[in-house]
């Protein structure tokens, strides 16, 4: 089985409205063909296939304030309600707090070797998963373990 886990963040699936929301009025062929000819809009979660799944997440996961990037990142890594665990939302970046999650399991450990040794831009060979964050190839060519490490925590 193949998994392509896409993620990004600050976008939600707004209205069916080509004057408000990009994602109504893109020509976005590949998506369009995987969602059975709909479009990313609000209204279609959730939808399943044979070769796609489309969920809407409420990212506030029971905890009052405005969701953040730190926190809502790394429970979709995680697979933990970390806002909960915390009490509070938090980012851009995580504080030392969200990065013990981090750095206690993430989700693509399950999927990979134990050495947990991601790679940019190609996967080994061997190598089950692979993580291609939006970041340049100088950034990416580290161990993730060492990324969260140089990028992931507020001090």
């Given at each position: 089985?193949?998994?392509?886990?896409?993620?990004?963040?600050?976008?939600?699936?707004?209205?069916?409205?080509?004057?408000?929301?990009?994602?109504?009025?893109?020509?976005?062929?590949n998506m369009h063909a995987l969602l059975g000819g709909r479009l990313l809009v609000a209204g279609i979660t959730p939808y399943h296939s044979e070769r796609a799944s489309l969920l809407s997440l409420d990212t506030c996961l029971g905890v009052d304030g405005v969701p953040q990037s730190a926190t809502g990142q790394a429970v979709l890594l995680t697979g933990t309600n970390i806002p909960a665990a915390l009490g509070y939302h938090y980012g851009p970046k995580p504080n030392p707090a969200v990065a013990e999650f981090l750095r206690n399991g993430q989700l693509f450990d399950l999927a990979d070797r134990p050495d947990h040794h991601y790679s940019y831009p190609a996967a080994a060979e061997n190598q089950l998963s692979a993580l291609y964050p939006a970041q340049p190839p100088i950034v990416c060519a580290r161990p993730a373990r060492q990324l969260i490490d140089l990028f992931a925590v507020d001090r």
């Amino acid at each position: 089985m193949h998994l392509l886990f896409l993620f990004l963040d600050g976008i939600g699936l707004g209205t069916d409205d080509p004057s408000s929301n990009p994602f109504a009025r893109a020509h976005l062929p590949n998506m369009h063909a995987l969602l059975g000819g709909r479009l990313l809009v609000a209204g279609i979660t959730p939808y399943h296939s044979e070769r796609a799944s489309l969920l809407s997440l409420d990212t506030c996961l029971g905890v009052d304030g405005v969701p953040q990037s730190a926190t809502g990142q790394a429970v979709l890594l995680t697979g933990t309600n970390i806002p909960a665990a915390l009490g509070y939302h938090y980012g851009p970046k995580p504080n030392p707090a969200v990065a013990e999650f981090l750095r206690n399991g993430q989700l693509f450990d399950l999927a990979d070797r134990p050495d947990h040794h991601y790679s940019y831009p190609a996967a080994a060979e061997n190598q089950l998963s692979a993580l291609y964050p939006a970041q340049p190839p100088i950034v990416c060519a580290r161990p993730a373990r060492q990324l969260i490490d140089l990028f992931a925590v507020d001090r």
